[in-house]
C-alpha cells in the first residue's frame, strides 16, 4: 500500500488534533513541519515522532520527499503557502478558509487543474457520523424533498476563554468567516450548490473588553460585522437561513434543520461550538406521522422525536479528542484511485464565495448571485477506509 508523504506548515492550536489522528492511518506518512522558529518545529517533531523539522513553510514545500502540504497557517497566509505548494508540484489541504479573497482562490482552483494537482479543505466534519447519518436520511428519503434549512451559531466569541482573541475581530475574520464554515459546509454537502444570497448584519459595540484568559481586562478594536443574518436560495430550490453572532450571551435555538416535503431533520445542541462543529453527536428526527397537531383539541402529549441510529464512523462529540483530517484521508484514497476528494477545494471555493457575497450584500443591500458550483460529495462508506483498496 502506498503512503503519502505529508508535510505540515503551522503548528498552532489545532495541529495536534491532525497529527494525532493522521498518525491511526497507514496512507499517511508525516515527514516534515515547519513553525516559524526551528526550536518550536524541532520540539513538536520530536513529540511526534516527525523525522524533518523546518524554520519556515518554504521549506517544507521545497522538501522533494513532500506529496502533500498540510496548511494550518493563520488565515492570513492561507493562500500564499497553498499557492506556492501548488507551483511546486504538492496536492494541498489547507484549514479553512481556503484563502482570504475570490482571486486568490480562483488562483488556487485553476492552478490545481492546470497542474492536474488535489486541493482539499476543511471543514471536514461533514465526514463524521453525525453528517453522515443526516445524508442517509435524506438520501432514503425519509424527509421528502429538501424544501428549506437554518443554521444557528450564536454566542459571545472567543473573548470569553481564548488565549489570543483579536484576530477573531479583525478584517478577515468575525463569526461568519470564523465559525460560519462548519455550517455552510454542512448545508452544502447536504442541500448542495448555492444559487443566490443575501444577508444583513451590525455589531453590537465597535470596542470589546476581553472577559476571559491570559489577555482578560485588554481592549479589543471591532473592525468587523459581530451579528451576521443570512439568506440562502439553493439550485434545488431550497432556501435557509443562516446566523453567525459574537453578540449573543445565550441561545435556545438548534444548531441545524432540514426541512422537507415528509419531515424534520434537527441538531439541536445546547452547546454553538457543537452542531456541526463535532463530528458525533444525536440526529433527531420528526416525520408527518409524529406531526403534533392533527385536529383540534391539541393533544397534551406528543411523541418525541425519533433519534437515528448513527452507523457510521467518526462520531467524537470532543473539540480536544476529534477527527480532524479525515477529509485529507480521504483524499489521499481519491488520489491513489482517480476520484474526487469529498473536502474537495470546489466546494471550499464555493463556501468562501458565498460568504464573502452575504458581506458583500449586507453592505450593499441587495441580493448576489454564487457564479462557483460544485458536485455534492459522494457518502462516506459506513466502514470507511476499510474497503478503499479494494
Not at 514545500?61 to 488565515?75: A, G, K, Q, R, S
Not at 453525525?130 to 454566542?155: F, M, N, P, S
Given at each position: 500500500?502506498k503512503?503519502f508523504?505529508?508535510g505540515?506548515?503551522?503548528?498552532?492550536?489545532?495541529?495536534?488534533k491532525y497529527?494525532?489522528n493522521?498518525?491511526?492511518?497507514d496512507?499517511?506518512?508525516?515527514?516534515?513541519?515547519?513553525?516559524?522558529g526551528w526550536?518550536?518545529?524541532?520540539a513538536f517533531?520530536?513529540q511526534?515522532?516527525?523525522?524533518?523539522a523546518y524554520?519556515?513553510?518554504?521549506e517544507?514545500?521545497?522538501?522533494p520527499d513532500?506529496?502533500?502540504?498540510l496548511?494550518?497557517?493563520?488565515p492570513?497566509?492561507?493562500a500564499?503557502?497553498?499557492?506556492?505548494a501548488?507551483?511546486?508540484g504538492k496536492?494541498?489541504?489547507?484549514?479553512?478558509p481556503?484563502?482570504?479573497?475570490l482571486?486568490?482562490?480562483?488562483?488556487i482552483?485553476?492552478?490545481?487543474a492546470?497542474?492536474?494537482?488535489?486541493v482539499?479543505?476543511?471543514?471536514d466534519?461533514?465526514?463524521g457520523?453525525?453528517?453522515?447519518?443526516?445524508?442517509?436520511v435524506i438520501?432514503?428519503?425519509?424527509?421528502?424533498?429538501?424544501?428549506g434549512?437554518?443554521?444557528?451559531?450564536?454566542?459571545?466569541?472567543?473573548d470569553t476563554?481564548h488565549n489570543s482573541?483579536?484576530?477573531?475581530f479583525k478584517?478577515?475574520?468575525?463569526?461568519?468567516?470564523?465559525?460560519g464554515?462548519?455550517?455552510?459546509t454542512?448545508l452544502?454537502?447536504?442541500?448542495?450548490?448555492?444559487?443566490?444570497?443575501?444577508?444583513?448584519?451590525?455589531?453590537?459595540?465597535?470596542?470589546?473588553?476581553?472577559?476571559g484568559g491570559?489577555c482578560k481586562?485588554e481592549?479589543?478594536?471591532?473592525?468587523?460585522?459581530?451579528?451576521?443574518i443570512g439568506?440562502?436560495e439553493?439550485?434545488?430550490?431550497?432556501?435557509?437561513?443562516?446566523?453567525t453572532?459574537f453578540?449573543?450571551?445565550?441561545?435556545?435555538m438548534?444548531?441545524?434543520?432540514?426541512?422537507?416535503?415528509?419531515?424534520?431533520?434537527s441538531?439541536?445542541?445546547?452547546?454553538?461550538?457543537?452542531?456541526?462543529?463535532?463530528?458525533?453527536?444525536?440526529v433527531?428526527?420528526?416525520?408527518?406521522?409524529?406531526?403534533?397537531?392533527?385536529?383540534?383539541?391539541?393533544?397534551?402529549?406528543?411523541?418525541?422525536w425519533?433519534?437515528?441510529?448513527?452507523?457510521?464512523?467518526?462520531?467524537?462529540?470532543?473539540?480536544e479528542k476529534?477527527?480532524r483530517g479525515?477529509?485529507?484521508?480521504?483524499?489521499?484514497?481519491?488520489?491513489?484511485?482517480?476520484?474526487?476528494?469529498?473536502?474537495?477545494?470546489?466546494?471550499?471555493?464555493h463556501?468562501?464565495e458565498?460568504?464573502?457575497?452575504?458581506?458583500?450584500?449586507?453592505r450593499?443591500?441587495?441580493f448576489?448571485?454564487?457564479?462557483s458550483?460544485?458536485?455534492?460529495?459522494?457518502?462516506l462508506p459506513q466502514d470507511?477506509?476499510d474497503?478503499?483498496?479494494?
Amino acid at each position: 500500500m502506498k503512503s503519502f508523504n505529508v508535510g505540515v506548515i503551522g503548528i498552532g492550536d489545532i495541529s495536534d488534533k491532525y497529527i494525532a489522528n493522521l498518525k491511526q492511518f497507514d496512507v499517511v506518512h508525516l515527514i516534515a513541519c515547519a513553525s516559524r522558529g526551528w526550536e518550536k518545529a524541532q520540539a513538536f517533531a520530536d513529540q511526534f515522532g516527525i523525522p524533518r523539522a523546518y524554520a519556515c513553510g518554504q521549506e517544507v514545500i521545497d522538501d522533494p520527499d513532500v506529496d502533500i502540504v498540510l496548511n494550518l497557517t493563520p488565515p492570513s497566509v492561507h493562500a500564499q503557502y497553498n499557492i506556492a505548494a501548488l507551483r511546486a508540484g504538492k496536492h494541498i489541504y489547507s484549514e479553512k478558509p481556503l484563502a482570504a479573497t475570490l482571486e486568490e482562490g480562483r488562483t488556487i482552483i485553476s492552478l490545481a487543474a492546470e497542474k492536474g494537482l488535489y486541493v482539499g479543505c476543511a471543514p471536514d466534519t461533514f465526514l463524521g457520523g453525525r453528517l453522515q447519518t443526516c445524508r442517509k436520511v435524506i438520501d432514503e428519503g425519509r424527509i421528502g424533498r429538501v424544501v428549506g434549512a437554518g443554521a444557528y451559531c450564536v454566542y459571545h466569541g472567543v473573548d470569553t476563554f481564548h488565549n489570543s482573541p483579536f484576530f477573531y475581530f479583525k478584517e478577515g475574520a468575525g463569526p461568519l468567516l470564523d465559525i460560519g464554515p462548519y455550517y455552510l459546509t454542512a448545508l452544502l454537502s447536504l442541500i448542495g450548490p448555492v444559487k443566490r444570497c443575501s444577508a444583513m448584519a451590525n455589531r453590537a459595540s465597535n470596542t470589546r473588553e476581553v472577559l476571559g484568559g491570559p489577555c482578560k481586562g485588554e481592549k479589543i478594536d471591532v473592525e468587523v460585522d459581530t451579528h451576521v443574518i443570512g439568506n440562502l436560495e439553493f439550485h434545488s430550490g431550497a432556501v435557509a437561513s443562516i446566523i453567525t453572532s459574537f453578540d449573543v450571551w445565550d441561545s435556545e435555538m438548534p444548531r441545524i434543520e432540514i426541512y422537507g416535503t415528509e419531515g424534520t431533520i434537527s441538531i439541536n445542541d445546547p452547546d454553538p461550538l457543537d452542531g456541526p462543529n463535532i463530528f458525533g453527536g444525536p440526529v433527531l428526527l420528526r416525520t408527518k406521522k409524529e406531526y403534533r397537531w392533527y385536529g383540534f383539541p391539541r393533544p397534551d402529549h406528543f411523541s418525541d422525536w425519533i433519534e437515528v441510529p448513527i452507523l457510521h464512523r467518526y462520531t467524537s462529540t470532543s473539540h480536544e479528542k476529534n477527527s480532524r483530517g479525515i477529509g485529507l484521508v480521504d483524499m489521499v484514497y481519491a488520489i491513489k484511485g482517480g476520484r474526487r476528494a469529498r473536502a474537495s477545494g470546489e466546494m471550499a471555493y464555493h463556501s468562501l464565495e458565498v460568504m464573502l457575497k452575504m458581506l458583500q450584500s449586507a453592505r450593499e443591500g441587495c441580493f448576489y448571485s454564487i457564479e462557483s458550483s460544485f458536485l455534492i460529495p459522494a457518502p462516506l462508506p459506513q466502514d470507511f477506509p476499510d474497503g478503499e483498496d479494494r
